[in-house]
């Protein structure tokens, strides 16, 4: 039973390099979202729900249960799978995604959500800036957020419009199948994250019912900024539930 690793906002698969350089296991894999490195279906609108739609289909082909990992989006998307179709998940882990009815969105998703101001920042955008905030105000190695915005393209862009325009008042609506969710959780939570605070890590640890919520001594993106301890801790999760 494979580990499928599921990347967020504005990332591709490489967003797990790091952290898989110090996995032993080799049955991992990381999925480009569509729109995300990887093509769109003919007719793929790019919300939340159509999203979930595309890891459910791409997880029924894999033919048995896998360890579900998710970050940001990814962490979101992934457990509204583990909610819809227990039988695709056997473990799943992640963090820094909030999904919760009390979280407010950061301010760039309020941008991205607004069709004109989300409109004009992603016209306007330009690499080197972007990068340059990712770098200072979530702490990304620049080299590593260079990287990152290298892969904005204008798919990347319009997805990401779509995505945050359909999920407003996501929490609201996903926030009440996490008690659902049946295969054992790990939360792991940048403690330092300004746009997804550590209550919401804690939160959704207490809503899932998960056997961890361990708070790092990192900001947004620990896949990047501690890819080794992400590893461990993910490993130790898989391990404690091998019989599962």
């Known amino acids: 039973m494979p580990a499928i ?11 797990w390099d790091g952290v898989r350089q110090h996995l032993t296991r080799t049955d991992v894999e990381a999925w480009d979202l569509p729109g995300f490195g990887a ?15 595309w890891l459910i289909q791409r997880l029924e082909r894999v033919g048995e249960p896998v360890d579900l990992v998710g970050h940001d989006w990814g ?10 179709r227990p039988d695709l998940v056997r473990t799943w882990a992640g963090g820094n ?11 760039l998703a309020k941008i ?9 920042f992603m016209r306007e955008l330009r690499r ?16 590593l957020a260079k990287e990152m915005v290298s892969r904005v393209d204008e798919p990347m862009k319009d997805a990401i419009l779509r995505l945050y325009r359909s999920a407003v008042t996501m929490g609201a609506e996903w926030e009440p199948g996490l008690s659902a969710v049946s295969a054992p959780c790990l939360v792991f939570w940048g403690a330092l994250d300004p746009a997804c605070q550590i209550e919401f890590g804690r939160k959704l640890g207490t809503s899932l019912h998960a056997s961890a919520v361990i708070e790092m001594d990192c900001n947004h993106w620990p896949v990047l900024q501690r ?3 992400v590893a461990e801790i993910l490993e130790g999760h898989w391990s404690a539930h091998a019989d599962a």
């Open 5 to 15: 690793l599921i990347h967020g906002v504005p990332d591709t698969h490489h967003v």
């Open 39 to 53: 093509a769109r279906p003919a007719g793929f609108g790019s919300s939340k729900e159509e999203y979930v739609d």
């Open 75 to 84: 962490c979101i998307l992934t457990l509204r799978v583990a909610y819809l």
């Open 97 to 107: 995604g909030p999904i919760n009815s009390g979280y407010v969105w950061h301010p």
């Open 112 to 120: 991205w959500q607004d069709e004109v101001e989300g409109d004009r």
């Open 128 to 143: 080197e800036s972007f990068a340059e905030d990712l770098a200072v105000g979530f702490d990304v190695p620049l080299h």
């Open 227 to 229: 890819p080794a301890e």
